[in-house]
């Protein structure tokens, strides 16, 4: 009964907090690029990576299962382990950015917030030679101020369709099932790396098995 309405409440807060964000956020992706493909299809993220405990796992599944995804990575976390940037780049997947010290944008002074998004811009570069096209600001929060220099800088904001919640120990099972409450087309699905990583590991690989399922296929933002 207590994971109903825990679900219950997931499912408001996560509604309402959408529709703040669509209405007073900079203009981003809520959704995946239209795909000319057939099939519909779903955009695996990974958020707060790389990380030793979960990078190379997903690696693993994402290359079993033939996916591609996106991974938006925080910048300190990078120079911390250039080694595992570069075998997600080297696997062909999208490397975004998530900030350099993944503190909220509009929290931070100008100055201080401009260096943030150029140093981790910066850092992603010297690693993997390309420069990142996508932004996804740390807590989801981006002001206008924000979107400005995020845009200054040749990113693209790229916020999400389906979040579970999944910084919290609610298992790999609710994971997936939240996913699957809210699965369309083009969805943006937000996991993350830093937080649980068997329960992140986990609900990838079934996720991706439950997606395939249903029809869909799995892109990364290009």
Request: charged share 20%; proline share 7%.
């Amino acid at each position: 009964m207590s994971n109903h309405w825990d679900d219950r409440l997931w499912h408001h807060n996560i509604d309402f907090a959408t529709y703040l964000a669509k209405k007073f956020f900079p203009p981003g992706h809520w959704l995946g690029p239209v795909s000319a493909a057939k099939a519909p299809s779903l955009y695996l993220t990974f958020d707060d990576g790389p990380d030793p405990k979960t990078t190379p796992a997903l690696l693993e599944i994402l290359a079993e299962e033939q996916v591609s995804a996106t991974f938006f990575i925080i910048g300190a976390h990078a120079e911390n382990h250039p080694d595992l940037l570069e075998q997600v780049a080297r696997a062909g997947h999208t490397i975004g950015s998530h900030g350099f010290s993944h503190q909220a944008l509009p929290t931070m002074a100008p100055k201080k917030m401009e260096d943030d998004v150029r140093r981790a811009s910066e850092s992603l570069t010297a690693i993997t030679g390309t420069a990142p096209q996508f932004f996804r600001p740390p807590y989801g929060l981006l002001d206008a101020r924000g979107g400005r220099y995020v845009t200054e800088c040749g990113m693209k904001p790229v916020y999400w369709s389906v979040v579970t919640e999944d910084w919290l120990p609610i298992g790999a099972k609710r994971v997936v099932a939240r996913v699957q409450r809210r699965l369309h087309n083009e969805a943006l699905i937000v996991l993350h790396e830093k937080w649980f990583p068997q329960q992140t590991i986990q609900a990838t690989r079934e996720v991706i098995k439950m997606g395939k399922a249903a029809g869909y296929t799995f892109s990364a933002l290009t």
